[in-house]
């Protein structure tokens, strides 16, 4: 059994930062392709960013250049730092590891962004 727990979601005005955390039981993270998902109310749950453990990033287009995933695997921690949040981010930010052939989730963090 894998457990993803995140933390690190609050309320920010537009154009501050967080950081989200997500650690990890068990020594996953070294095997594990890290995911950060976003829903938000009446959405699609949807990809924001991903590190393979090789090290390659992907992002959505409009968090490009805002936020950054990372990984500590000695922590079993993925990170996701978001800057110049915008109230379109507000949504609750899930963590995702892909162990093929399984996926595990942790339970979300709301984020939310005032103007």
């Known amino acids: 059994q894998v457990l993803l727990v995140e933390s690190g979601g609050g309320l920010v005005q537009a154009g501050g930062s967080l950081k989200l955390s997500c650690a990890a039981s068990?020594?996953?993270?070294?095997?594990?392709?890290m995911g950060w998902y976003r829903q938000a109310p009446g959405k699609q749950r949807e990809l924001v960013a991903s590190?393979?453990?090789?090290?390659?990033?992907n992002y959505a287009d409009d968090v490009k250049g805002r936020f950054t995933i990372s990984r500590d695997n000695a922590k079993n921690t993925v990170y996701l730092q978001m800057n110049g949040l915008k109230p379109e981010d507000t949504a609750v930010y899930y963590c995702?590891?892909?162990?093929?052939?399984?996926?595990?989730w942790g339970q979300g963090t709301q984020v939310t962004v005032s103007s």
């Open positions: 995702k590891a892909t162990l093929i052939p399984n996926h595990y």
């Open positions: 590190a393979t453990r090789g090290g390659d990033t």
């Open positions: 068990g020594n996953i993270l070294v095997f594990a392709t």
